[in-house]
């Protein structure tokens, strides 16, 4: 999903990256493992600059991470939801902020960076069993995405299997800017 300029794709043109990159529900399960393990990998890496904010990021690799695990709970949270039976009350519909054609967090991602390795260890572990799960395609049963719109449980995945794995490619970026090595996979 790149952007050009200081203009941000459509929601259409994300959706199509994403179902492109992901394009079968057990494509996206295969891919969210290794991108799962990718990212445990690149939490135990980033300790020796934890609090060091990462050239060209506002973030340090604390932020940064936590940012991507509070996502993937809230997303394995609301995979859990659509994929069940429950009544799905849709939140108000506020398009998401972009500065500089960059996404901006939602207040309810925004890390507070205070929590150690360890403790993203274990709630990234938390998330695998809600996220790494196969979910078919059903627009029946959706709920609203702030820069994608209306989403399905699959699309839901695809979106958290691709932000996990541009949060931790950011974080590889900022560590090789840093002089700390890549995790070894």
Aim: proline share 9%; aromatic share 6%; no cysteine.
């Amino acid at each position: 999903m790149t952007q050009h300029g200081d203009t941000p794709p459509t929601e259409q043109e994300q959706m199509a990256a994403l179902r492109a990159a992901y394009p079968t529900p057990d494509d996206l399960v295969s891919r969210m493992h290794r991108e799962l393990d990718a990212f445990g990998a690149v939490i135990r890496a980033a300790e020796p600059h934890w609090n060091t904010v990462q050239p060209g990021r506002g973030w340090t690799p604390a932020q940064e991470l936590e940012h991507a695990i509070i996502i993937n709970e809230g997303t394995g949270r609301l995979v859990r939801l659509l994929r069940s039976d429950k009544e799905i009350r849709q939140p108000p519909q506020v398009p998401g902020e972009y500065e500089n054609g960059k996404r901006q967090a939602p207040a309810s991602t925004i890390p507070t960076g205070d929590q150690t390795p360890e403790q993203l260890l274990e709630r990234h572990a938390a998330t695998r069993d809600l996220l790494a799960v196969a979910a078919p395609a059903d627009p029946g049963r959706t709920f609203y995405h702030p820069f994608m719109g209306q989403l399905d449980a699959l699309d839901w995945l695809r979106m958290a299997a691709y932000q996990t794995r541009h949060h931790r490619q950011a974080v590889e970026r900022g560590l090789a800017a840093l002089g700390g090595a890549a995790p070894v996979r």
